[in-house]
């Protein structure tokens, strides 16, 4: 079944230290998202990639970098600059980038400060 | 100011009752979403509609366009409901609301 997988379900991170999220879609799409969701609030942009090779900051990609080598991969590190890093992730992706096009989402990752 | 506004917050309802959950959003789009968040965290898509009302199952997705506000409609509503139902309308960019988190008791 097609779908998109999101590794590992629950991450923590020491102080300093650069952790990366996976995210893998076998759905040939070809635009995907990270977002990241704090409680009582809803889910906010990070970045996003609608073409292999090319990527774009959304509303809160301060401290965060991805890369878009392959068309099902687009993974997430979250480096030593983000200071509040602990939250819920998710990884989603849509046939193209457009208003009537649903996105597809992973299970999540939880990040957690040691 | 939140580009969508979703009431209630919390929802708590016994087995059988009719819920409402609201959506109003201020960005112009041409079809808004509704999905639902497992308490596992992951999410699916329910609804797409960019008029009228859409029906699944027992759920019901109804918008209005001009007056930029969806209602998401459960019928018969049973424990497996519990989750958090998020609506999402697509503008530039996906504007999310925070989410209504319903809990139906047995």
């Known amino acids: 079944d097609g779908g998109i997988t999101q590794s590992p379900k629950y991450l923590f991170r020491k102080e300093g230290q650069n952790v990366t999220l996976s995210c893998e879609q076998n759905?040939?799409?070809?635009?995907m998202y990270w977002y990241r969701q704090d409680p009582g609030q809803g889910l906010r942009l990070i970045y996003y990639?609608?073409?292999?090779?090319?990527?774009q900051k959304g509303d809160i990609a301060e401290g965060y970098s991805v890369s878009r080598e392959k068309k099902e991969s687009f993974p997430l590190t979250v480096t030593s600059a983000q200071k509040n890093p602990t939250a819920f992730y998710l990884c989603?992706?849509?046939?193209?980038?457009?208003?009537?096009?649903?996105?597809?989402f992973g299970d999540g990752t939880r990040l957690s400060i040691l | 100011k939140n580009e969508v506004e979703q009431s209630p917050q919390n929802l708590t309802a016994q087995e059988g009752e009719f819920i409402t959950i609201n959506c109003s959003y201020s960005?112009?789009?041409?079809?808004l979403h509704w999905l639902q968040q497992h308490p596992g965290g992951g999410i699916v898509s329910l609804f797409m509609?960019?008029?009228g009302k859409k029906k699944h199952g027992r759920l019901i997705a109804t918008i209005n366009i001009q007056e930029k506000h969806s209602s998401l409609h459960i019928t018969a509503s049973h424990p497996r409901d519990s989750a958090v139902y998020i609506c999402a309308a697509p503008s530039n960019q996906f504007y999310f609301g925070t989410g209504t988190s319903l809990t139906v008791i047995p």
């Open positions: 960005v112009g789009i041409s079809a």
């Open positions: 989603a992706s849509s046939n193209y980038q457009g208003a009537n096009q649903p996105q597809h």
């Open positions: 759905l040939n799409h070809d635009a």
């Open positions: 990639s609608q073409i292999v090779n090319d990527f």
């Open positions: 509609l960019s008029s």
